[in-house]
Every structure is written in structure tokens, then in C-alpha cells.
């Protein structure tokens, strides 16, 4: 799923380098009423693919219906994507993974989300 939402954003322009992939739980993103202040991402809330892999592969059988794997941009040389899924489980028998970028203000800030997102 990683590769075809690789594939999926250099098809959409996505050329930045990165050396690093990390994984964050869309909950486990702070956003604020203000819209001028970052939204907050936990360091101990953020995983390596090697540290991610069985987690991802666990929701894959939870029998949810769909996750969104989206590629939320780049930071510190890193690529951050984030897994949302939904607040319940309905026992699917299969799983849509649906792909998903940015928005349209990170693109247009050469995918970089320091402005908009703070890890701490």
C-alpha cells in the first residue's frame, strides 16, 4: 500500500527526497480552533516502517471497512504518513485503503509541513 501511494503522489508532482518514512495515527494529531497555530504531533506517537508494519497489518484485519493512508508531506528530510480510520469496526470482509495528499497550501510549500504541523 506504501508503493502505490508513492506512485500515487508522483503522478501528482511529488519529487521531494526523503531518507526516512514515519507513520502516525491520524487521533494522535492535536489540532487547534486556531487556525495559525501548527497542529501537534507526539514524538512517541510517531513510528519507522520497520516499527509499523504489524500495526498496519493488524488494522488491515480488524475488519474495518476502509483506512486512509495519506501522505501528509515531508519534514527534516522524512516523509510523514498518517493512518485514519474509522471510530468503529464493522467486521468487513475486506478493507479499502484509500490514498490521499496534502493540502493543497503544503504542495504549494514544496510539500513541507513544518509550517503546519509541530512535532514535540
Do not use: C, M
Not at 511529488?14 to 487547534?32: L, T
Not at 504531533?41 to 471497512?65: A, K, M, P, V, W
Not at 470482509?93 to 496534502?102: A, C, H, I, M, W
Request: charged share 25%.
Amino acid at each position: 500500500h506504501f508503493e502505490r501511494l508513492l506512485e500515487f503522489a508522483r503522478q501528482n508532482n511529488f519529487q521531494q527526497p526523503f531518507s526516512q518514512v514515519y507513520f502516525a495515527e491520524y487521533k494522535s494529531i492535536r489540532h487547534f480552533f486556531d487556525a495559525e497555530k501548527p497542529a501537534e504531533i507526539s514524538r512517541q506517537d510517531i513510528y519507522t516502517f520497520e516499527d509499523y508494519e504489524n500495526r498496519f497489518n493488524e488494522i488491515l484485519n480488524q475488519g474495518h471497512s476502509w483506512i486512509n493512508l495519506s501522505l501528509y508531506g515531508t519534514f527534516d528530510n522524512s516523509l510523514l504518513i498518517v493512518i485514519e480510520l474509522p471510530s468503529y469496526k464493522n467486521n468487513a470482509e475486506f478493507t479499502s485503503v484509500n490514498l490521499s495528499l496534502p493540502d493543497k497550501r503544503i504542495i504549494e510549500n514544496d510539500w513541507n509541513i513544518s509550517t503546519f504541523y509541530k512535532i514535540i
